[in-house]
């Protein structure tokens, strides 16, 4: 499986961003996809998840501000980030659920 992730960039406080993650090497449509990241000095969490079904789930530090979306036919998986925080800065990371291995990630900054 491979996956490139892009849409990361510097933000400000409150501002949005959208991630992208493009996937190959898979029956995309059957797989289950998260979104991860990973702060400085800090271990890699779970962001998002998103189910073949289009069932999702979402770590309580994002409810209410970051959405996850996929679009099968194009073999993508999204992220919506409004009401951005500075502690949201990290590498953001796509991942097919269930497969080992990570794609290259992206940087995403808040800071005034």
């Known amino acids: 499986v491979q996956l490139q992730a892009s849409g990361g960039g510097l933000v400000q406080p409150g501002g949005s961003l959208r991630l992208s993650c493009a996937a190959s090497?898979?029956?995309?449509?059957?797989?289950?996809m998260g979104w991860y990241r990973q702060a400085p000095g800090k271990q890699r969490e779970v962001v998002a998840v998103?189910?073949?079904?289009?069932?999702?789930t979402y770590a309580d530090s994002v409810k209410g501000r970051f959405t996850i979306s996929r679009d099968n036919a194009k073999n993508m998986v999204y992220l919506q980030m409004n009401s951005l925080k500075p502690e949201d800065t990290a590498v953001y990371y796509c991942?097919?659920?269930?497969?080992?291995?990570w794609g290259q990630g992206t940087q995403v900054t808040v800071s005034a």
């Open positions: 991942k097919t659920i269930g497969t080992a291995g």
């Open positions: 090497g898979s029956i995309f449509s059957l797989d289950t």
């Open positions: 998103i189910t073949s079904a289009g069932h999702t």
